[in-house]
């Protein structure tokens, strides 16, 4: 808007110099007193015509000056369209020619029928309601995939000692296994701890095979399994005098003591093994777990031992023991006591008592 009314008055002093010309060159004409008068005019007309001049430069210079702060902070997308309404509305409530009664007619009129300031202020509205919802939700999860093959050259097996509960992890998983956690925050969904909040909570656990398809195989052994294992309401900080009480309703993991390496909630250890792992970079690692199980049978089919070793190189996101993501490559070799053969291996291993695997895999949880 400034900028015009600067083009205007430069337009206006345009339309000056015609005559200014043309009164310069009738003096000679008119008397001495005349021409006195005359030049008096002329050097106030030359003053007002400098002071217009000076005027002009000083705003065009404004007006550059705050093109080029537009130009340097540049808005992100999310507060663009809050700019932009707020210039909609700024222009608009300019005041109007004419008087009080008409401009506040006239701007009343044009913020409700102008298109773009209303389609502006609809989108500030949605920015508003879609920022409260992605606070008031979380995703959480683990996952953990990949393909091996066995020494045979068929599909990868697990080595795990029958009856044993558990099986040592590293380089010996042979599903792809996942856990989604679907968070609502219902009160409080900015987690400020002077207040109190409730939260709703589900996680969906998926335990599939490696194959290209769902498994159902007869018996129901090996299927791909997809349960329901936490679905609860929980809420805290409801006691002032005790703002640390939780209060929660339905199903969930409660208090669940975790072994990594075998992926064993504590009851009773019937397996020893370890898992060190040697860092060469900040991402760069070797991870090794020797395993060892014994077994026996309560109604006597099966007695003996299994002894498990991995080698697995890896890429993974940090310097720790628990750096998530990781990608890794295993070579895993057994062997177990004839007692538990036909017990261990699967199918390829049926009839032996020792048995390879190798391939890749990746794990994660955010």
Same mark, same amino acid.
């Given at each position: 808007m400034r900028s015009d009314n600067v083009i205007a008055k430069a337009l206006r002093v345009a339309k000056i110099l015609p005559w200014l010309a043309l009164v310069i060159i009738q003096a000679p004409i008119v008397s001495a007193q005349q021409s006195d008068d005359l030049q008096q005019q002329v050097a106030q007309l030359k003053q007002q015509y400098e002071q217009e001049i000076a005027d002009l430069q000083q705003r065009l210079a404004a007006l550059e000056r705050k093109v080029e702060q537009k130009t340097e902070t540049k808005p992100t997308s999310g507060e663009k369209y809050s700019l932009t309404a707020q210039q909609a509305a700024q222009d608009l409530a300019t005041p109007l020619e004419g008087n009080a009664?008409?401009?506040?007619?006239?701007? =009343?009129?044009?913020?409700?029928?102008d298109t773009t300031y209303v389609q502006l202020r609809d989108a500030d509205t949605k920015i508003e309601k879609l920022e409260e919802q992605a606070k008031a939700f979380e995703f959480h999860g683990y996952l953990r995939s990949g393909y091996g093959l066995n020494g045979l050259g068929g599909q990868q097996v697990a080595f795990e000692a029958p009856g044993a509960g558990a099986k040592f992890r590293l380089g010996n998983e042979a599903e792809t296994y996942g856990e989604l956690i679907f968070v609502n925050n219902l009160v409080n969904p900015n987690h400020d701890r002077s207040k109190a909040w409730l939260s709703t909570e589900v996680m969906i656990e998926a335990n599939t095979t490696n194959s290209a398809s769902y498994a159902n195989f007869p018996g129901g052994i090996g299927n791909d399994q997809f349960r329901l &294992?936490?679905? +609860?309401? =929980?809420?805290?900080?409801?006691?002032?005098?005790?703002?640390?009480?939780?209060?929660?309703?339905?199903? &969930?993991?409660? &208090?669940?003591?975790?072994?990594?390496?075998?992926d064993f909630y504590i009851l009773d250890m019937s397996g020893y093994g370890a898992r060190p792992? +040697? +860092? +060469?970079?900040?991402?760069?690692?070797?991870?090794?777990e020797p395993g060892f199980d014994r077994v026996t049978a309560s109604n006597g089919l099966y007695s003996g031992w299994l002894r498990k070793f991995t080698i697995a190189p890896q890429i993974g996101a940090g310097r720790e023991f628990f750096s998530r993501p990781v990608l890794r490559l295993f070579v895993t070799y057994a062997n177990w006591s004839d007692g538990l053969r036909g017990f261990v291996g699967g199918i390829p291993y049926a009839?032996?008592?020792?048995?390879?695997t190798y391939g890749v895999q990746t794990e994660t949880w955010w």
């Open positions: 009664d008409q401009n506040e007619k006239s701007l =009343q009129e044009q913020t409700t029928t &294992r936490e679905a +609860f309401v =929980q809420a805290g900080n409801v006691i002032k005098s005790d703002p640390a009480a939780k209060f929660w309703a339905g199903e &969930r993991y409660y &208090r669940r003591y975790h072994i990594d390496i075998d792992q +040697f +860092f +060469f970079t900040n991402h760069v690692s070797l991870a090794l009839r032996r008592t020792s048995g390879l």
